[in-house]
């Protein structure tokens, strides 16, 4: 174990956190699990997944499984240059030679890595869609049972927005303006295609694919994703959003994101997830656990590099059968400023185990970390979080909140805050607390004519209402619809 | 005679196979406020409870007819719909729900439920504020979280102004006054009048005669054990507080206190 001190961002038991190498980034993954079992299980799902609808778009998959093979042609098929399929074979190679991580407190069996389609795109898309007129209606309907208009979202709510269908981005909306103010928002593909010499310089650079099990597995195969520059002293004039869609059957979900926030600039970037259902999955989940078919593995970091710069963590998570996320900070500038607010739901047998790592290094540093864990059903929800002061980081400060909701008696909440401080001039403070909804809540809300249902959504938006207030008006909407249908069929 | 809102025939309903109301009777018509008066364990607030559909009671006797409707086989949340409401004795707070939002929802489910359209949140906004004029009540309520932080009083006072906001057929106020002191208890007295119309009735469920010096009852009826053994008009609650409940418990043939 290296010396904390020396080694900034060392100091945790790989056993307990994952590892810790470089700063920043951001990388999402996300793995569904294959079904194995064809058995009839109705009526273990109590309420339809709302947004389980599978669209009927033909789509072009790879055979499952991994190998140098299936890179090659993951590589050859988005016509990368030869340094990119280098780097993804080099990321493989590494990958083979890790385990899976087992601390995390979430329970699943062994995912057969073999057993995964690593590409699957709609087969009309040809050279990809110039324009949202090119995009083939039946994507803008899923997006629009989503509540994703994307015409509409964009024009009314000014978000420029990277919409991703399964592995290729369909349709980015408001390139124009953000070309006018030097900002680079478009897929991972389109930018290893046009912009090959940020990619090269910055991918990596915070999350190296030999980060974590997870992270390797991705630099291997991601399909696509976004990809964010903005130029220095440069505000993006919008807020930024990818909605990752997970839709082909057994197919993973393989994102990669790169945000570089240049000196003195400032974005905002969202990214959803929402997944249907599948029979299949619902088959196979039924008998460890439930419903929620997709298992969410992720690795977010951001390197707060500069002075004053700042970090803001917005996440909901729901949906998964299993979530193992950390978004994390690393406040190496003076004055830099790391946030993180989240909320994170299980219902049924759902589990996660989320949290953030806050590293201060700089003087003067701030984190703020608010955490919102509700569980339902058999839901499991832990929060684990580090916050870690370095010697030279002076004067610095970290609040904690860390609420958990109970829905019923059969769910379990758990924190794990590890604190390290190293100086005597910084304050670290941690708040906990773990409530159940009442029956008197319930019965009041019913009292004054709402369904338990609606009683339920209200009363478990009002606990995030902290979290919820740090998203744009209708993120905050779309991340209310989320949670209630979560919670469908949570209400014994 | 108008068509009665209520009528509740010899009810009989308990706790875990404790009986508590032993054979209720009472019938309230449009237009009239009624007061039910007893001593602690009576089985007032009971009867509000098994009324606006509370789960945990037993009703093993009797009927209960709201509007032609059977009253107990409708769910709670049909009960407010039908424009039931009770305030409660303890008001609950539900964090983070801003005040506003909730009676929204709550006010849109009854537009549905008529088959009027829903209002949006500024119309929504219009019309409470009014309301909040009507009843003298500061506006900062609105802000605020359902009940979070609130004193006895304001929880009290906002169960009036949801009241106003919902415009029930039938109120049912549980010791409304309990606990409020006389400036209170008059602000939501006002309220209460303003809001007698000869189309809506209202139960009010008290202790003390005092609030009756504010709200005037047409009936007065003293549930005792269970059982109503007196009903009469205004001039009742004059006697009870000049002579205490035990005159009538004893020539109701009850073991006294």
């Not at chain 1, 909605?243 to 994102?255: C, H, L, V, W």
């Not at chain 1, 997830?273 to 929620?292: F, S, V, W």
């Not at chain 1, 740090?470 to 949670?483: D, G, H, I, R």
Request: net charge negative; proline share 5%.
């Amino acid at each position: 174990m290296p010396d904390a001190d020396g080694d900034p961002l060392g100091g945790l038991p790989a056993t307990d956190f994952p590892p810790f190498t470089l700063p920043g980034g951001v990388h999402g993954l996300a793995v569904k699990p294959m079904s194995t079992s064809t058995d009839t299980i109705t009526g273990i799902v109590e309420s339809d997944y709302k947004y389980g609808f599978v669209t009927d778009i033909e789509t072009e998959s790879a055979p499952p499984g991994i190998n140098e093979d299936i890179i090659r042609l993951i590589s050859e098929k988005k016509k990368e240059p030869e340094w990119m399929l280098e780097w993804r074979l080099k990321a493989f190679r590494h990958w083979l030679t890790m385990t899976p991580p087992a601390w995390p407190k979430v329970h699943y069996p062994p995912v057969d890595f073999q057993d995964i389609i690593y590409f699957s795109a709609p087969k009309k898309q040809g050279t990809g869609p110039r324009s949202l007129d090119d995009v083939d209606p039946k994507l803008l309907e899923t997006y629009e049972k989503l509540g994703i208009p994307l015409r509409e979202r964009g024009r009314l709510a000014g978000v420029a927005l990277d919409a991703v269908f399964d592995s290729v981005s369909v349709g980015t909306t408001f390139k124009k303006q953000l070309g006018e103010k030097g900002v680079i928002f478009c897929s991972f593909s389109e930018a290893v295609q046009e912009h090959p010499d940020l990619v090269r310089k910055y991918i990596g650079s915070v999350v190296p694919p030999a980060d974590n099990f997870y992270a390797a597995l991705n630099s291997a195969v991601f399909t696509d994703g976004s990809f964010c520059y903005i130029p220095k002293g440069v505000r993006c004039p919008m807020e930024l959003s990818t909605y990752f869609r997970i839709n082909a059957g057994k197919s993973g979900q393989f994102e990669r994101t790169l945000i570089v926030a240049d000196e003195g600039s400032y974005v905002s970037y969202l990214e959803g997830c929402t997944a249907p259902m599948r029979d299949e999955n619902q088959l196979h989940a039924a008998d460890e656990e439930g419903k929620g078919g997709i298992f969410n593995f992720v690795t977010k970091r951001g390197h707060c590099k500069g002075r004053n710069s700042k970090i803001s963590w917005t996440q909901v998570e729901t949906g998964s059968a299993i979530t193992w996320k950390y978004p994390s900070c690393i406040l190496q500038g003076d004055n830099s400023v790391g946030e993180f607010y989240s909320v994170a739901l299980t219902n049924n047998y759902q589990q996660a185990d989320t949290g953030t790592k806050m590293v201060h290094i700089g003087k003067n540093t701030r984190s703020t970390i608010v955490s919102k864990g509700i569980a339902a059903g058999r839901g499991q929800n832990t929060y684990r979080g580090l916050v870690k002061v370095q010697k030279g980081a002076t004067n610095s400060r970290n609040f904690s909140q860390c609420d958990s909701l109970l829905i019923g008696d059969k769910c379990g909440a758990h924190t794990f805050p590890y604190i390290e401080v190293k100086n005597t001039s910084s304050r670290v403070e941690h708040e906990a607390t773990t409530s159940k909804i009442g029956e008197d809540q319930i019965f009041y809300c019913n009292q004054r004519g709402l369904s338990t249902q609606d009683a339920m959504n209200m009363i478990v938006n009002g606990f995030c209402k902290e979290v919820f207030r740090e998203l744009p008006m209708e993120f905050a909407v779309e991340a209310q619809k989320l949670l209630g249908v979560s919670l469908e069929g949570s209400v014994g | 005679m108008t068509q009665p809102i209520l009528v509740i025939e010899n009810l009989h309903a308990g706790v875990e196979g404790r009986e508590i109301l032993k054979g209720v009777s009472l019938t309230i018509h449009a237009g009239e406020t009624h007061a039910l008066m007893g001593p602690n364990g009576s089985g007032k607030s009971t009867l509000a409870a098994v009324l606006a559909g509370r789960e945990g009671y037993t009703i093993s006797k009797g009927r209960v007819d709201y509007l032609g409707k059977d009253l107990l086989e409708l769910a709670p949340e049909d009960r407010a719909r039908e424009g039931l409401f009770l305030a409660f004795q303890y008001p609950v707070e539900i964090p983070g729900v801003n005040s506003t939002y909730f009676l929204k929802a709550a006010y849109n489910e009854l537009q549905k439920h008529r088959g009027e359209p829903e209002l949006d949140a500024a119309d929504f906004l219009v019309f409470v504020k009014e309301k909040v004029k009507l009843l003298d009540l500061d506006d900062d309520l609105l802000k605020r979280a359902v009940n979070e932080g609130f004193s006895g009083g304001e929880k009290k006072r906002n169960e009036i102004f949801q009241m106003a906001v919902l415009e029930p057929k039938l109120a049912i106020l549980d010791e409304t006054d309990s606990g409020l002191d006389i400036d209170a208890l008059k602000i939501v007295a006002q309220g209460v009048n303003k809001l007698r119309r000869p189309d809506n009735a209202q139960l009010l469920i008290t202790h003390y005669q005092r609030l009756l010096n504010y709200i005037v009852p047409d009936f007065v009826h003293v549930l005792h054990d269970g059982r109503i053994v007196r009903s009469g008009g205004r001039e009742l609650a004059l006697e009870l507080e000049e002579r205490g409940y035990d005159w009538l418990t004893q020539e109701a043939g009850a073991p006294g206190k």
